[in-house]
T-cell receptor
């Protein structure tokens, strides 16, 4: 059973471009979470999704950020018009249900130049 | 708003020492608490999960305890090894299953 997969592992974007981060949860997991780790800061919750539904997006910046988890395919975190402050490691986690162990992927390290 | 604190930020110990990593949280209304390990530039590895109704969990040389009423958890590592060197993160699971993380304790075990 493969773990949580994230791609790409490293992503470089120029200011103003779009970044698309993908997350494939563990087999049988329908709950997906995105977290961001800024340099010198702890991990912060961004959004919680369950197939085709956003359950909690209280940690998402109001502008330029969006997330989806379609019926088929991976979850996508999309950042439009990236700025230098978006440079961070973005981690995806999945779980089989609420309030149980969350398994984390290896992360996508986004660098905005 | 839940806040999780891990002190100290860094710890250096000689190999073989038993050590305790502390975690405190402000809101005792939690479902569970997870301890993770993060190696530099890598993802998170789940070490132990303690449900709110439990007092402790053990896995090999690791033992985690939870005192929900006082808002504290400890991770005990027995007979530390250089391979234990990493950052250890504590995270509490509250409303809507979102984890609130501490900033972590960076552990260095000297041979």
């Amino acid at each position: 059973n493969a773990g949580v997969m994230q791609n790409p592992r490293h992503l470089v974007r120029r200011r103003g471009q779009e970044a698309r981060l993908r997350c494939s949860p563990m087999k049988g997991h329908s709950h997906v979470y995105w977290y961001r780790q800024l340099p010198e800061e702890g991990l912060k919750f961004m959004v919680y999704l369950q197939k085709e539904n956003i359950i909690d997006e209280s940690g998402m910046p109001k502008e330029r950020f969006s997330a989806e988890f379609p019926k088929e395919g991976p979850s996508i975190l999309r950042i439009q018009q990236v700025v230098r402050g978006d440079s961070a490691a973005y981690f995806c986690a999945s779980s089989v249900d609420r309030e149980v162990v969350q398994y984390f992927g290896p992360g996508t390290r986004l660098t905005v130049t | 708003k839940q806040e999780v604190t891990q002190i100290p930020a860094a710890l250096s110990v000689p190999e073989g020492e038993n050590l305790v990593l502390n975690c405190s949280f402000t809101d005792s209304a939690i479902y569970n608490l997870q301890w993770f390990r993060q190696d530099p530039g890598k993802g998170l590895t789940s070490l132990l999960l303690i449900q709110s109704s439990q007092r402790e969990q053990t896995s090999g040389r690791l033992n985690a305890s939870l005192d929900k009423s006082s808002g504290r958890s400890t991770l005990y590592i027995a007979a530390s090894q250089p391979g234990d060197s990493a950052t250890y993160l504590c995270a509490v699971n509250g409303a809507n299953s979102k984890l609130t993380f501490g900033k972590g304790i960076t552990l260095s075990v000297r041979p």
